[in-house]
């Protein structure tokens, strides 16, 4: 069997000619605009502000917004935005594919609550790679718990009044816009709004925060000092904020889910060709029954998974899906990588502890997935319940 | 002024190629196509020419299997106007294919016909220079500069002992090198709109054209394998052993 990246796709009934093109596009940007400095960015802890214009013009920005505030859908589907991180993902380095398309997660909500006028504020200038936006929900006092938030907003005159404080935010230290979740009423999830923070307002301070994994992606601890923001500035109505975040979550799930694929793919590629050409006790690696076995049983595993990811992807275009099935699925992606890249690594052996291999790099990157956008437990927790255990 | 650029569906460069166990050809089932990237080179001039205003349309043509059609979208994703598919069966070879083009060439009376100096399939390097006889055409061959001006087209080649330029009449035939430009890849949007771009579908019998093989391969094989090196410690040993292989006297 050869291994290339892409041969699965060929295959899939979900792929066809134009997820091909796309494939290809995005490879070449790959090759052009980012593996050349993505080492380079990684010592850096950020990515530089031009590569979000140039993925912008190469339509990577756009990908499945609408056209009326900068992004292309027409003749687009799911699938393409799958095959896109894809691509992302075969530099070997997840925080690429997290801070370059960070609107992922922040600008949703605005295109989905947000004022007609917020919408044509925002979406243009974050789509042509000019703006930054994060979204900031998990706090220094938890994540999981998302109905505890503390970050208080008083109304005063015409203005509301933010305090608090924001952790663990991707982009947190280039945004120049975020979408932040407040407590604007009483206790509970029913006291939430989201709210959009320009981040150059008075009272915005930040500082970063060095990581196991994700390194060309700034993450940030935020804080709000008595931070006015306009009325204006509410997405959706007031307390009506969770709905927005939870409405999010399928969407990050399943493209998280996809990536985990990726990345497992990227992994084991490395893998398979180390054993094809790495001799020991006189035969290749690869020939050695027990380092066959255990490369076979993670393109099982990668193989189950991402038919589990196709199915819920399809669902997802047809509106069928379920929310205990995407959660399900990021924890069976997760754990698949865990044990895909540990196997990865045991077969390059040495090499993979040394920096700069791409299996080193995945393996850092495995917790974020695990932890990041739902826990294992907290997602495994949310099916539990939707089975009718809470 | 009409750009035409005929563009080749060959086994995509990544792949490593396999012989088939007949010895007949290589491997081609399964296998990742893509654009002769020598095409691409001059897919990219074309467009650049119609972005100065040189150009007034890029006509891209592909000859040979119907999945031909993918590479002809990858160039109109890119920016050409539209395609041409003379579908076959039939194993392409380059005198064949200067035929079909210099039948669509009289057709859509091109100033310029840009091709790959070689595909990266058979490296015949030949169908252009064919174009050019069959045509009556001036030709420059390996191009690193296409610099229309007026009714002439000044090209820069790529030659053993440098850089040569020479002055063409238009119409005229240029084949790109390597260092002619770097081919722009395909934005997300325009993937889609290339899909409604045209694309003609013709065969070789529309051209008068016999496209069957004069050429027949008698076997091919594998390269054979490299010996694996040897790690000398010193210069005075370096020569000992040449010496001894008789590589020096
Ligand atoms: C690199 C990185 C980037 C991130 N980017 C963002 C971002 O852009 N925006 C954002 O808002 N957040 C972001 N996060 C935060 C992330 O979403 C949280 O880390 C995650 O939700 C978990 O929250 P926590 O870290 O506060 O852990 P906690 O909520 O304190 O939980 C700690 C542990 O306890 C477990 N646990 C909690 N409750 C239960 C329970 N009831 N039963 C069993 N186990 C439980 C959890 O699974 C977890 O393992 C990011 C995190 C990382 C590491």
New interface residues.
Partial sequence: MTI?FD?WR?RSPFYD??H???A???R??MA?EVLPHIDQWEEDGELPRELHKKAA????L??NYPEEYGG?S???NVF?GLT?SEELAAAGAGGLGASLMTHGIGLPPILALGSEEMKRRIAPEVLSGDKIISLAITEPSGGSDVAQLKTRVERVGNKYVVNGQKMFITSGMRADYMTVAVRTGGPGMAGISLMLIETDRPGVGRTRLDKMGWRCSDTATVYFDNVEVPPENLIGPENGGFIGIMRNFNSERLGMAHGCCAMARVALKEAMDWAQTRETFGKRLGAHQSIRIKLADCARQIGATQAWVDLCAHQHMQGKGVPADYAMLKVQATRMLEHVVREAAQVLGGASYITGSKVERIYREVRVNAIGGGSEEIMLDLAGRQMGLG | MKVLVPVKRVVDYN?KVRVKSDQTGVELA?I?M?MNPFDEIAVEEAIRLKEKGIATEVVVVSIGVQQCT?TL??AL?MGADRGILVQTDVTTESLAVAKVLAKIAAEEAPGLIILGKQAIDDDANQTGQMLAGLLGWAQGTFASKVDPQGDTVNVTREIDGGLETVALKLPAIVTTDLRLN?PR????????KA?SKPIANKTPADYGVDMTPRLTTLKVTEPAKRQAGIKVKSVDELVAKLKEMGAVA
Avoid: D, W
Wanted: charged share 25%; glycine share 6%; aromatic share 6%.
């Fill in positions: 290339s041969e060929a000619e134009t091909e093109a796309v290809q596009s995005v070449k940007f052009a013009a190469a339509g990577i756009g990908l292309h027409e003749g687009f393409h896109q | 792949v399964n990742k893509s993918e979208r990858t994703a770097e890849y395909a934005s997300l949007p325009n993937i889609m899909k």
